[in-house]
């Protein structure tokens, strides 16, 4: 995963202070609003910062794009009277995910993964937060791509019960689709994990190595971030607030078994990594062990050669085969019958 360079609050500043620690990735932040009831469902893309007016009649949902504009993210937690410490956090794109509460809403953030899979395997992150408050949730995304697209489908389509509910409930399906990816970016990393052992199988060399080493960072991160989903998403189903109703908590103990099953095959691709290591070096050890192999009994058979010739190599006048007319090719008769003796006893021995 590329590491991007991050701008940290000045050391001292009061709580509360509100810096955007992040990268820049929407050049206009802009508000989206739905709105909708069991009958109606509204979209309307508000391509601007204008911070539109919730209704009393259904559940609106704000969706913010883009964190680069704090006066924006100022003005909003004014209008909803959001407490500034989570105004900072949403600001501050590095936070780790958490789940609190407040007297007028429940504060949610945590990091949204993507993978992609074009050369070597990566992930992308994204940091996601919501607000919900009776009858009214406002998402903050970082990116201008939606990550909700197949809520906004559900709420189009009226799927479910996600109309006939609230704010609450609409929360949980944006938390359990946060989840979905996971298991589709641990999908990614399954695929890349069989494909890694192939490829030791088949030519390890320096690049698997590299592959594996990465696949062991990636895989890292991924942990990083689930880990503390699952503690947030268990005090969310455990919460006593009014809005979590025990209806909610039923939904979001099956979100909270699904980061359970995700810590599950983060452990068991580490695992496998390992495995995949010590199968690399193996596959190293034995190749090595090959060639060695090879070169020994090379050197095996040629050292009693090289002893016959280095005796016909010596340099003195009386030596009695000299004078013999089939000398020459005597010797070269014994020098591979010879040979032929050492590859079968290696044979024998299945050195060979």
Known sequence: MAKKKKIRKKPGSPPGTLVFTGEKKVEYPFITKAFYNQE??????????????????????????G???????????????IHPLVLEDILNTGQRPKYEEFENGLFIICQSITASRNGKYEIQ??????????????TFQENNEDLFESVKERLE????????????????????????????????????????????????NQSTKDAIHHLKQES????????????????????????????????????????IQLMELIDTNRDLLNGLYDLFLSEISFRMNSVMQVLTVISTIFI??????????????????????????????????????????FRRKRWL
């Open 40 to 65: 109606v469902y509204e979209y309307v893309d508000l391509k601007g910062a204008t911070i539109p007016k919730p209704s009393p009649e259904g559940t609106t949902w704000l969706d913010v794009r």
């Open 67 to 81: 964190l680069s504009d704090v006066e924006l993210i100022e003005n909003i937690g004014k209008e909803f009277q």
């Open 125 to 138: 992150t994204e940091q996601v937060s919501f607000y919900i408050k009776k009858d009214v949730i406002i």
């Open 157 to 204: 389509m009226g799927r479910g019960r996600i109309r006939s509910s609230g704010a609450n409930y609409l929360g949980y399906a944006l938390l359990d689709s946060i989840v979905d990816n996971y298991f589709l970016a641990l999908d990614q990393l399954e695929i890349e994990l069989e494909e890694l052992e192939m490829d030791i199988l088949n030519n390890a």
């Open 220 to 259: 890292l991160q991924l942990r990083k971030f689930i880990s503390p989903l699952r503690e947030a998403i268990s005090r969310f189903s455990r919460s006593e607030h009014a809005l979590v109703p025990d209806f909610i908590k039923i939904y979001l103990n099956d979100v909270y078994d699904h980061t």
């Open 304 to 345: 009693p050669l090289t002893f016959l010739a280095g005796i016909y190599g010596m340099n003195f006048e009386y030596i009695p085969e000299l004078g013999f007319r089939y000398g020459y090719f005597v010797f070269w008769a014994i020098i591979l019958v010879l040979a032929g003796i050492l590859l079968y006893f």
